[in-house]
């Protein structure tokens, strides 16, 4: 018995050690890509919003949502980008991220000419790599919060495509906890899903260049 709980203290020891290494590996390798002002963006004519939620479980505006449209309609504004490419889940008729995005760009007056939808971005991996090998992009500005932003730009790398992120504002701590620790175990995972088990997107299909790089 008593060695059978040192191997589980040991297999739990290694495996949180295995965790932290991926999360550091992640993180220090994209953070200096990471940027908070649209004054920081150079060369990048083309942007990608990652989908979430525009409402949280409660029926409130989401913030998370809110910021990074926001943070989109300013990069634009800014004349940094031309393009956005609106990638998220459109899992049913009631639920569509990216026509929720696009409505809240297009009120944040971005017009409509500027903005395609990538309906099948069902999670940060289908989104990054359906960016190149669907919508021809090999140089994107990723918008989201910072939480976020290292693991999206950890699978542009892979992928070989130049990707900066802009991020957006978090909200308080009480709402970040969760996803905090959602992403600290989702790090590792994607270093699993490229490195080990060559994930591919549940979906590709159809080459669609966007408007601004014809």
């Known amino acids: 018995m008593r060695r059978l709980k040192r191997a589980v ?44 939620s525009y409402k949280t479980r409660s029926g409130k505006p989401n913030p998370f949502f809110t910021n990074r449209i926001m943070m989109a309609a300013e990069l634009y504004k800014s004349g940094r980008v031309k393009q956005f490419l609106l990638s998220g889940d459109n899992r049913s008729k009631y639920y569509n991220e990216p026509s929720e995005m696009r409505t809240a760009l297009i009120r944040n007056g971005v017009p409509a000419s500027a903005i395609t939808r990538d309906f099948a971005g069902f999670r940060t991996l289908d989104s990054i790599v359906r960016s190149k090998e669907i919508f021809g992009q090999d140089k994107i500005v990723i918008i989201t919060q910072p939480f976020h932003s290292y693991r999206a730009l950890f699978i542009s790398d892979y992928y070989h495509i130049d990707a900066v992120a802009l991020v957006a504002r978090e909200p308080g701590i009480k709402a970040t906890l969760r996803v905090n620790i959602r992403e600290f175990f989702a790090r590792p995972m994607a270093i699993i899903d490229l490195y080990f088990l060559k994930t591919e997107p549940h979906h590709l299909g159809p080459r669609e260049i966007l408007k601004s790089t014809m």
């Open 9 to 52: 203290v040991i297999s739990i020891a290694i495996l949180s050690a295995l965790i932290l290494v991926a999360n550091l590996w992640v993180i220090l390798s994209t953070s200096s890509r990471v940027f908070k002002n649209p004054a920081e963006i150079k060369d990048h004519s083309v942007a990608i919003v990652l989908g979430t």
